[in-house]
């Protein structure tokens, strides 16, 4: 028996549930990757915007997805997005982003080439995959899968805290109805919808911390790793 092995972990969740600071986290206390998958959609239509190709045009945006090279970069103040080499960490975090990367992680044919790059990452284990359809359809087979769940006026109070950081001004209420918009748009999307896995486990992080989550789920992943080994 392998006596480290390394497993596939997949966190999925709504927006702003604390997927990907969780994910980083983990996957620091653990020695393994952490894939944001959501940031790597953000990449393909921040592009898209630059490019002037219309976030309703899956084709064009599948060619581009496809001639796009992505990649991660760890650094000590954390995980920096590439895309074509080029730092785009901040500018995919803007409104114009986030309101249309629903439209553009919709298309299948633009699922299909990124979900690729995905399982090739994940390949040899080792590995803290987060977005919203991990469990589901990228890592199916997943040891441990995830789904993170808050209120939503606590997830508003978590982005407009992101954007507060990153130099954006925005109204709760605002924030508010755009995470119920995205939700309902993630959760009723045709391709790869966000869904909970069957054999997920459902944390609330509502009144959690940071700290106390990724504690419930590092338990809960050495209690995996030690049934395997």
């Not at 459902?202 to 995996?224: F, G, R, S």
């Amino acid at each position: 028996m392998n006596k480290n092995p390394r497993i596939c972990i997949a966190i999925d969740g709504p927006a702003a549930s604390g997927k990907s600071t969780t994910a980083k986290l983990l996957a620091k206390k653990l020695g393994y990757i952490h894939i944001d998958t959501g940031a790597m959609y953000r990449a393909i239509t921040y592009k898209a915007l630059q490019n002037h190709i219309a976030v309703i045009d899956e084709d064009r945006l599948a060619k581009l997805a496809r001639s796009c090279v992505l990649s991660f970069k760890h650094e000590n103040d954390g995980q920096r997005i590439l895309l074509d080499g080029v730092d785009v960490t901040a500018e995919i975090r803007s409104p114009e982003v986030t309101n249309n990367v629903s439209a553009v992680s919709s298309y299948p044919k633009v699922r299909e080439v990124l979900v690729e790059l995905q399982r090739s990452l994940a390949s040899e284990g080792g590995v803290v995959l987060e977005g919203r359809d991990i469990g589901t359809v990228v890592l199916p087979d997943a040891e441990v899968k995830i789904f993170l769940v808050a209120d939503v006026v606590e997830r508003a109070k978590r982005r407009k805290r992101d954007m507060v950081n990153a130099g954006i001004s925005v109204e709760d209420e605002q924030i508010q109805q755009e995470l119920i918009e995205r939700d309902r748009k993630d959760s009723s999307r045709t391709a790869s919808p966000l869904k909970k896995a069957d054999d997920a486990i459902i944390i609330d992080t509502t009144n959690l911390t940071i700290d106390e989550q990724v504690e419930k789920i590092y338990n809960y992943v050495q209690m995996k790793i030690a049934g395997k080994s």
